[in-house]
């Protein structure tokens, strides 16, 4: 069976400090990748999407970016990290982009101070 | 994008009652997903239904496309079902796999 995992589960950084965030599936094959974040409020917000290695498509111009280096992983970066940058921040995947189904990771809480 | 409200906002409840939950969207969709954040924040799917009834045990849905609306109803429910209950569709012309998440309901059963 397919499992996704993410990390770090919590995380603290001063205003200005780079950000890297680590998401991986297990038991599945060039799955499709995205990075969602949650703020205080309860609403999901898309940030990027990737159909492949080294394709990433960005849906909110912001302070961040992302890569995938492997088939399987995916990576949120920032270099500069802004208060406004806090959040809970959920990777996904599916099989297939449009009409199916997708599978969340535990998230990664982010707190900029 | 695609508008998606959920109805109540906030449920209470004593543990054993019922309750429907609503979510309504402005658009025509391929894909309409269900799911139960709990308190330590995961995103358990609980249906995948674009259209038609399901249903998991004391759980079910039925998603009417044609009106563009979705129900989830929990039967005799426990105090394991408290969390917010989210509501997330991608619309019809979507080549994406974005999902638009509606605010969700903050269920919360007391025993």
């Known amino acids: 069976s397919q499992t996704i995992h993410q990390w770090p589960a919590t995380l603290v950084q001063p205003v200005g400090s780079p950000l890297s965030l680590e998401c991986t599936v297990e038991?599945?094959?060039?799955?499709?990748l995205y990075w969602y974040r949650q703020a205080a409020g309860r609403g999901l917000q898309l940030l990027f999407y990737?159909?492949?290695?080294?394709?990433i498509s960005s849906e909110v111009p912001q302070n961040l970016s992302a890569s995938r280096p492997q088939d399987r992983q995916f990576i949120l970066s920032s270099k500069k990290l802004l208060l406004s940058d806090s959040g809970f921040y959920l990777c996904?995947?599916?099989?297939?982009?449009?009409?199916?189904?997708?599978?969340f990771g535990p998230g990664t809480r982010l707190t900029v101070t | 994008g695609i508008q998606v409200e959920q109805s109540p906002p906030d449920l209470i409840l004593q543990e054993g009652a019922n309750s429907t939950l609503r979510c309504n969207f402005s658009?025509?969709?391929?894909?309409l997903q269900w799911f139960h954040q709990n308190p330590w924040g995961q995103l358990i799917n609980l249906f995948y239904?674009?259209?038609g009834t399901k249903q998991n045990g004391r759980l079910s849905a039925t998603t009417v496309a044609t009106e563009r609306y979705s129900l989830l109803y929990i039967s005799s429910s426990q105090t394991t079902d408290s969390g917010v209950y989210f509501c997330?569709?991608?619309?019809?012309?979507?080549?994406?796999?974005?999902?638009?998440f509606g605010r969700g309901t903050q269920l919360t059963v007391w025993p």
């Open positions: 996904a995947w599916s099989l297939g982009l449009a009409n199916y189904e997708q599978y």
């Open positions: 990737s159909v492949g290695i080294g394709q």
């Open positions: 038991g599945t094959s060039n799955p499709n």
């Open positions: 658009d025509s969709v391929n894909n």
């Open positions: 239904i674009p259209s």
């Open positions: 997330a569709v991608e619309d019809r012309g979507s080549t994406l796999g974005r999902l638009y």
